[in-house]
């Protein structure tokens, strides 16, 4: 079962950044696509991006032009760039790997000023 470890939440002023961290444990991480989403109180968890092994990536439309997700297959890691930030962004995001139920513990972001 793969182990998943999410890094790199905090406290941000509305137009500021963040940048989101997830290592999974495993082998064979860059056949596996790898997904962020996020879960604010009283919501549903929502998928915010994706990417494949070979880098191809989407996200919802409320991110587009603010978010970037990568990926260091050497390092078995994804990232999220998060600029823009806005308080609607504020929520536990997760990573996690296609073609498994596992979830991180999730790292918070909250955007407030």
């Known amino acids: 079962q793969v182990q998943l470890v999410e890094s790199g939440g905090g406290f941000v002023q509305p137009g500021g950044s963040l940048r989101l961290s997830c290592a999974a444990s495993?082998?064979?991480?860059?056949?596996?696509?790898m997904y962020w989403y996020r879960q604010s109180p009283g919501k549903q968890r929502e998928l915010v991006a994706t990417?494949?092994?070979?880098?191809?990536?989407d996200y919802t439309d409320s991110v587009k032009g603010r978010f970037t997700i990568s990926r260091d297959n050497a390092k078995n890691t994804v990232y999220l760039q998060m600029n823009n930030l806005k308080p609607d962004d504020t929520a536990v995001y997760y990573c996690k790997r296609g073609g498994s139920n596992s979830w991180g513990q999730g790292t918070q972001v909250t955007v407030s000023s």
């Open positions: 495993g082998s064979l991480f860059n056949f596996y696509v």
């Open positions: 990417i494949t092994g070979e880098g191809i990536t």
